[in-house]
């Protein structure tokens, strides 16, 4: 299995920062790296898929990057709404994997 | 609006069988792939398995032995059977809609619609 790692598990922060949060993976995944938002009592929602690729209606504060083994989720300018966990997840082989999530918090 | 609902009991006993069922709407379930994931409370996501009408099902390698996902074309439904359970798998479990993209020449996998998820307890 492709093991994915994201750092920090745990993040602070305030209204208005840039924060960016890293997703390792095992082997080289190309931009097979999706990133998503969950927050407690609700499902997860797709934020950035292929890497970079912001989903329809996702503000486009979110940016992700990177490709082969290294990858980052970057929101500019947090709102308050943003506190969540934040999980990458990868796609190239089966199982699909999810790293283990970041909590992002104030 | 592609919309998908978890159903099944919210308890089961140690050593029986886990039964849940996911209600689509918005979509043809013969289009697409279909996921269970799981989530440990206060741990991280976890995929089971993914199954279209197009092909074998594909499981996790270590739930392979206990996991069974099936569906039902006719009631637009997929299903999640897991036998044998333990403490281990109580977890709220999600299904989940795969979505696939041509990005760059590359196939990407994302789950872009997901139920509200469905808190199963594995006790006695």
């Known amino acids: 299995d492709i093991q994915m790692t994201q750092s920090p598990s745990s993040l602070s922060a305030s209204v208005g920062d840039r924060v960016t949060i890293t997703c390792r993976a095992s082997?080289?995944?190309?931009?097979?790296l999706n990133w998503y938002q969950k927050k407690a009592g609700n499902a997860p929602k797709l934020l950035i898929y292929?890497?970079?690729r912001l989903q329809s209606g996702v503000p486009s504060r979110f940016s992700g990057s990177g490709s082969g083994t290294h990858f980052t989720l970057t929101i500019s300018g947090l709102q308050p709404e943003d506190f969540a966990t934040y999980f990458c997840?990868?796609?190239?082989?089966?199982?699909?994997?999810f790293g283990g999530g970041t909590r992002l918090e104030i | 609006q592609v919309d998908l609902q978890e159903s099944g009991p919210g308890l089961v006993k140690p050593s029986e069988t886990l039964s849940l069922t996911c209600s689509v709407s918005?979509?043809?379930?013969?289009?697409?792939?279909w996921s269970w994931i799981r989530q440990p409370a206060g741990k991280g996501l976890e995929w089971i398995g993914r199954?279209?009408?197009?092909?074998?099902?594909d499981y996790k390698p270590s739930l392979r032995d206990r996991v069974t996902i099936s569906i039902d074309v006719f009631r637009n439904q997929f299903s999640l059977t897991l036998r044998s359970v333990t403490a281990a798998d109580t977890a709220v479990y999600y299904c989940?809609?795969?979505?696939?993209?041509?990005?760059?020449?590359?196939?990407?996998?994302?789950?872009?619609?997901w139920g509200q998820g469905s808190l199963v307890t594995v006790s006695a």
């Open positions: 292929a890497a970079s």
């Open positions: 918005g979509a043809s379930i013969s289009s697409d792939y």
């Open positions: 199954i279209s009408t197009s092909g074998s099902p």
């Open positions: 082997q080289s995944i190309s931009v097979h």
């Open positions: 989940a809609r795969d979505w696939f993209t041509m990005v760059g020449g590359l196939v990407n996998e994302a789950f872009d619609h």
């Open positions: 997840q990868q796609s190239s082989i089966v199982p699909l994997t």
